[in-house]
Structure formats: C-alpha cells, structure tokens
C-alpha cells in the first residue's frame, strides 16, 4: 500500500497557472505508474494524465492536452501536474493515485489503487 498527499491546489483565474503535487510513501514509488484524476460537483471522477514508472510516457485526457504537463521525480517520491490556461470548467477536487501494478499504466480509476485526498482547485471566470 502507497500513501498519497497532495498539495498545490487553490484559485486562480480563468488563464492562470497552477501546479500541483502529489507525495508518495510506503513502496517502491519507481516501479508504478502515476496517474492524476479529477472529479467535479455531481460528475463521476475522470481521467486528468497519467506518467509510467520511469517517466517516459505520458498521457493526457484531450480536455487538457496542450495545457496540462505531468511529470515525476522519483528520487523524491513526488510526482507533479503543471495546469497552464487554466479554465473555469477545470474546476473540481484533483486526486493522484498509484496504479494498482508495478510497470503497467493505464488511464482508468479501476487500474488504480492508492488514492490522495484530493485538492481542490477552483478557476474563477
């Protein structure tokens, strides 16, 4: 089991930037995948980005390709989403989360299992 801790989130106007971390602890965190997972009032949680273990991949939801960068340092145990023009539909509660199997990634909530508790990041129009 991973524990998650996330930071960074707050308000921000529609075109600024936030950047958002997220700590790990408690296995190996260079052997899993990353993923950041967003879920808004009265919406299910969705897909935001996902990293793999090593850093070479990534993936992006299309809502936010082109504005979002995830990145990890795994020599901190952190991994990062830097959300550039910002919009006000990016409004919601940001979780990271571990992927339920070492060296394999996916980009659905159901392959992931180890959860933060959220931070929530509010874009004002």
């Known amino acids: 089991q991973v524990q998650l801790v996330e930071s960074g989130g707050g308000l921000v106007q529609a075109g600024g930037s936030l950047r958002l971390s997220c700590a790990a602890s408690?296995?190996?965190?260079?052997?899993?995948?990353m993923g950041w997972f967003r879920q808004a009032p009265g919406k299910e949680r969705e897909f935001v980005a996902a990293i793999s273990w090593s850093g070479s991949r990534t993936y992006y939801a299309d809502s936010v390709k082109g504005r979002c960068t995830i990145s990890r340092d795994n020599a901190k145990n952190t991994v990062y989403l830097q959300m550039n023009s910002l919009k006000p539909e990016d409004t919601a509660v940001y979780y990271c989360?571990?992927?339920?199997?070492?060296?394999?990634?996916?980009?659905?909530?159901?392959?992931?299992?180890?959860w933060g508790q959220g931070t929530q990041v509010t874009v004002s129009s």
């Open positions: 989360a571990a992927a339920l199997k070492a060296f394999s990634i996916a980009t659905t909530t159901v392959n992931y299992g180890s």
């Open positions: 408690g296995r190996t965190f260079s052997s899993y995948a």
